[in-house]
């Protein structure tokens, strides 16, 4: 695959991953992928990330169903970072927050938390 | 700060910090901050990066004048990445481009630019 000469992968073999749902532009999740993850991303039509803690595989939703199915994938100019666009199903964060973005800081350090929790 | 002791800095002290345009929506970059840079990116009101190249603070638009004015600043579930959101002056990308994402993968593997270079 051509583009993925053109990206940069930290010394652990991975690359940022920013998903966010295509409908309305909200930030979902950051998450890791290798090469292999990124070919399969985008063979498979779904986001396949690393799990750097369980060191495995992760397709998002396989367990949970709250897959992403891929509308367009993007990079940045210096390689290092990915941008996928998807159609979200459910909840991105596991603690059923649509984005896992939940908790907002005031100017005084404090935070609150900016959105409600999905229906499990 | 309180949200602070929340965060997960990596081992080289850096937390990613995705950067969106408050107005549209739109990833404009992905960049690195530090505990400090975090700190003065609320104080100061405007994106303030570690440069992992340059080993040294990066006001964004201290150069180029393309400042990114605070909205919010967002953090996730596992607490290692930040989300700010940002009213853009200018093009966020050194190449011209509102955003760095600005190429956009084929089902092929090649790509393609998804947006025009703004008036430098």
Known sequence: MGFIDLLKFNADGLIPAIVQDAQNGQVLMMAWMNKESVERTIK?????????????????GQTSGHF???????????GDTLLVK??????ACHEYYKSCFFRTVNPDGSWYINSEKLEK
Chains 1, 2 share one sequence.
């Open 86 to 91: 998807v159609n979200q199903t459910g909840a």
């Open 44 to 60: 498979e039509g779904h986001t396949v990330f690393w799990s750097r803690s369980r060191k495995e595989y992760w397709v998002k």
């Open 68 to 78: 992403q199915k891929v509308v367009s994938l993007s990079f940045d100019c210096d």
